[in-house]
């Protein structure tokens, strides 16, 4: 098993993306602690992998709160030395329209999902990246965070913001340690998250989420330079 005996920790986990990657991740046997605002989603993915021989921590939260990050992280931190593996997938949409009509409030929650708690995480968890002897850090982000498009201002602006952080971090760890970056664009994916961007396409035109699992898989199990893009097809 390629993560045999490490750690790693799922944003976003109750679908998509984060929960096949999970349940990826658990099948090649890491330990994976998944997070989400809704505790029954996160039952039913932790039940897949304990089905399929696997282990599984559920930590049910709201990134968005303040002090939720903290909590998770002290409490990791009790039961394990070290984090070899920080999936940063966890996100929100919001609304699509033109940068003029951009709702404050809403725009608020965006930042606050997409950047402020992704940069608590990986304060909170650079401790325990630091003591593994391999730890890695993807972080989910889009083709509209290098590209900018009509309509998609606010959601684009804070992946480019995501994507700057988490590259300044990998260059601020570069020689202080083993930890490694890398930006992932899973590019078409089968989420309820493009379902809502995209109402009228056709699900099976595009691909499953399992097919951006696989991938992180072989990236994580590869010797990747920080700092890396990978394009997910």
Same mark, same amino acid.
């Given at each position: 098993?390629?993560?045999?005996?490490?750690?790693?920790?799922?944003?976003?986990?109750?679908?998509?993306?984060?929960?096949?990657?999970? %349940?990826?991740?658990?099948?090649?046997?890491?330990?994976?602690?998944?997070?989400?605002?809704?505790?029954?989603?996160?039952?039913?993915?932790?039940?897949?992998?304990?089905?399929?021989?696997?282990?599984?921590?559920?930590?049910?939260?709201?990134?968005?709160?303040?002090?939720?990050?903290?909590?998770?992280?002290?409490? %990791?931190?009790?039961?394990?030395?070290?984090?070899? %593996?920080? =999936?940063?997938?966890?996100?929100?949409?919001?609304?699509?329209?033109?940068?003029?009509?951009?709702?404050?409030?809403?725009? *608020?929650?965006?930042?606050?999902?997409?950047?402020?708690?992704?940069?608590?995480? =990986?304060?909170?968890?650079?401790?325990?990246?630091?003591?593994?002897? *391999?730890?890695?850090?993807?972080?989910?982000?889009?083709?509209?965070?290098? &590209?900018?498009?009509?309509?998609?201002?606010?959601?684009?602006?804070?992946?480019?913001?995501?994507?700057?952080?988490?590259?300044?971090?990998?260059?601020?760890?570069?020689?202080?340690? &083993?930890?490694?970056?890398? =930006? %992932?664009?899973?590019?078409?994916?089968?989420?309820?998250?493009?379902?809502?961007?995209?109402?009228?396409?056709?699900?099976?035109?595009? &691909?499953?989420?399992?097919?951006?699992?696989?991938?992180?898989?072989?990236?994580?199990?590869?010797?990747?330079?920080?700092?890396?893009?990978?394009?997910?097809?």
């Amino acid at each position: 098993m390629k993560f045999e005996g490490q750690v790693a920790l799922v944003t976003g986990a109750s679908r998509g993306i984060g929960a096949a990657t999970a %349940i990826a991740l658990a099948k090649e046997g890491a330990h994976v602690v998944i997070t989400a605002r809704t505790a029954k989603d996160l039952e039913a993915v932790e039940e897949t992998i304990h089905a399929a021989g696997g282990s599984a921590t559920i930590a049910p939260l709201d990134l968005t709160d303040g002090d939720s990050i903290g909590r998770l992280a002290a409490a %990791i931190g009790e039961r394990w030395k070290s984090l070899d %593996i920080l =999936i940063l997938n966890a996100a929100m949409l919001g609304s699509l329209g033109p940068v003029t009509a951009i709702d404050g409030k809403e725009f *608020n929650q965006v930042l606050t999902l997409n950047l402020i708690a992704q940069q608590a995480l =990986i304060a909170g968890f650079d401790p325990m990246l630091r003591k593994s002897d *391999n730890a890695r850090l993807l972080a989910i982000s889009s083709s509209v965070g290098r &590209k900018p498009r009509a309509f998609w201002g606010a959601y684009g602006a804070s992946k480019a913001a995501l994507e700057t952080l988490v590259l300044s971090y990998g260059e601020e760890m570069r020689n202080l340690g &083993k930890l490694r970056t890398a =930006i %992932i664009d899973p590019g078409r994916t089968r989420t309820k998250m493009r379902a809502h961007a995209y109402p009228g396409e056709d699900p099976a035109s595009v &691909k499953p989420p399992e097919s951006v699992a696989d991938r992180l898989l072989e990236i994580l199990a590869s010797d990747f330079e920080t700092g890396e893009f990978f394009q997910i097809n």
